[in-house]
């Protein structure tokens, strides 16, 4: 199979973490015969620093081009405690986003026994948990028109949602859902906002296409509670942006850490492939981020892009021998892990390429 | 001291743990020599069946010249799967805060040690956890203008806050901080949203009549994780209606259960004291509901509304001498729970009142 792969690493640890992420996919496509190429593409502050602009044309060009994006993670503290800055790191993503029409975000909570005890939540509350997130990517409250009057002392920001933005994404949670244990929970804040009531109205109209998946409503802050209480009861969640963002970075203490969790974005275009952690300045080039998130990303990528199932298993069961093997890097170690176990960057990226 | 508290049990279990409140604070009155006068009103789903208003002007007026309200829960299941239903329970609860002008909501998650192994969190993790929230009441996505399109097929609510809004919320959150450990986190989505730019400004602005306050910012997203993955870290949190909403939930998981999480609603006018659980329509009625909410939202009012310390602190200590005699409810006990010690509402409320 040939395919164009863009790398864009972004800001921070991304340099590190995509490193292996393209090291898995040149070994997976010499052992499995396939051709698959290599550009690279800036995003982000590394962008701005370089041309001004966090999404530069030529990134976005190149990025349409290609068969499947690998990225990094995005975002710089310098603009994180300067409210006033006009142009942001952030906008970089959120306009690619929109730009390749990535409207669903696949981010599936992929709990290895072998971490059961690293997370904060007590192993028997874990065990069995297997969560499929559908955040939708491209509406709500992150694209509606912003606003801040002149005097600078009132701000807004409109969260909207059109019926078929929620209807695309719907469906594609409810083929998923019966795939899997056919079960969604669709969660919204009907009780208080006008945008939860039309997204609740379409999950019930088009759930009723689904009779075999068995269809709840929860309101964001029950589900932000029950996901720590009882992730099992969880499978396919179906989430607007923002209630999203919250939910998938609050699960990740399920899987142990941020540091393991990869994530799909898909819709119209090309297919854009990232770890859910962020640009984590305070460990870059520092040889301590973990790279299984950017490797787990690019299994989604072999599965979901090129529906290459064999190759994506063979990533996900050598991440899973390398962790029954005992290796960690230091976000999953905890305080049984024997330290010649606990691995850099390259170290364990190494590790998973064996 | 002579004061009128206004009951307003509202719908579900309201009534039920509500009945336990008003008898702590007659135990109080008889006690202390104080003058506590009693007088009951309606509101929510209950309301609705009544009037046709979820909040009517009787209740509102009857709020209005009380000292203090005691309030139960609101929500039927019934608006919750009819997203086009025109007046809901929940606006009486949104018009109350608004016309009190109660913009200051203080959801403390007390963990009492008795507790620790009620979590789904591992009792190391917890231990020597204290925060107090504070939650914007009356402003954000909550009020904004809501629209709907003609055909319906597009709806939006306006995310907003004025300066002056975050100004009197910062205030009263940094004085707690004061009194406190001296760390403040504040919670926004300053990458994403104009409204938590102009937050963190408002924030970063008052900051600094406060040196003696170390101020952290934080996006929600990073703070709904941190939440679940080390709690000890946080102190005062300060956030917006929508983030508190989410996060104090999430946060009940710390203390064991919703079932004992108080909060405080304070403001222009008339303090306003509810547990933060919901109406729990599933076990209504059926002796099962946890009354401890109740009774120590009746503790924040004699603190916080009365300035009677002595009195909140005695009432919080029977609490804990009950739940250390080993008594609990169904929702905080575990499976090292004696069943004979596994008591109902009534028998739960009368412990404490022993
Ligand atoms: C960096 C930020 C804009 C982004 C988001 O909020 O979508 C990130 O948190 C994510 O979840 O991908
Ligand atoms: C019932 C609902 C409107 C309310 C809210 O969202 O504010 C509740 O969840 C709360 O936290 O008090």
Chains 1, 2 share one sequence.
Request: hydrophobic share 40%; glycine share 8%.
């Amino acid at each position: 199979m040939k395919k164009n792969i863009l790398i864009i690493p972004g800001d921070g640890i991304g340099q590190e973490v995509t490193t292996w992420g393209k090291k898995v996919l040149e070994k997976i496509s010499e052992k499995y015969g396939h051709d698959f190429a290599f550009d690279e593409a800036i995003m982000g502050h590394v962008a701005i620093e370089a041309t001004g602009n966090p999404l530069p044309d030529e990134t976005l060009e190149k990025a349409r081009k290609s068969d499947a994006i690998l990225f990094g993670a995005i975002g710089h503290a310098k603009y994180d405690n300067d409210p006033s800055a006009k142009v942001r790191p952030e906008q970089g993503l959120l306009k690619i986003r929109k730009e390749l029409g990535l409207y669903a975000n696949l981010r599936p909570i992929l709990l290895f026994d072998e971490l059961l005890n690293a997370s904060s939540l007590k192993p028997e509350i874990l065990k069995g948990t297997d969560i499929l997130f559908f955040r939708e990517l491209t509406g709500d409250v992150y694209f509606g028109e912003k606003h801040r009057s002149n005097d600078r002392n009132f701000a807004s920001d409109l969260m909207n949602y059109n019926r078929y933005e929620i209807e695309r994404i719907t469906i594609k949670a409810f083929e998923a859902a019966q795939r899997r244990s056919k079960r969604l929970c669709s969660v919204d804040k009907a009780n208080v906002l006008e945008t939860s009531r039309l997204w609740r109205e379409v999950v019930q109209e088009i759930a009723q296409q689904y009779p075999d998946v068995e269809t709840e409503h929860m309101f964001i802050d029950n589900a932000a509670m029950q996901l720590v209480k009882n992730p099992k009861k969880f499978d396919v969640v179906l989430t607007a942006n923002l209630f999203g963002d919250i939910l998938t970075d609050e699960a990740s203490q399920i899987a142990g850490s941020m540091g393991m969790l990869a994530s799909a974005s898909i819709g119209d275009g090309t297919g854009f492939f990232e770890p859910i952690h962020g640009s984590a300045h305070d460990i870059a080039g520092q040889n301590k981020a973990n790279p299984l998130a950017s490797i787990l990303s690019v299994a989604l990528m072999l599965e979901i892009s090129f529906g290459l199932k064999e190759e994506a298993a063979f990533v996900t069961k050598a991440v899973a021998d390398t962790l029954k093997a005992g290796f960690r890097t230091l976000d999953i170690a905890d305080n049984t892990t024997s330290p010649e176990l606990i691995l850099g960057t390259k170290e364990m990226g190494a590790k998973v390429l064996e």
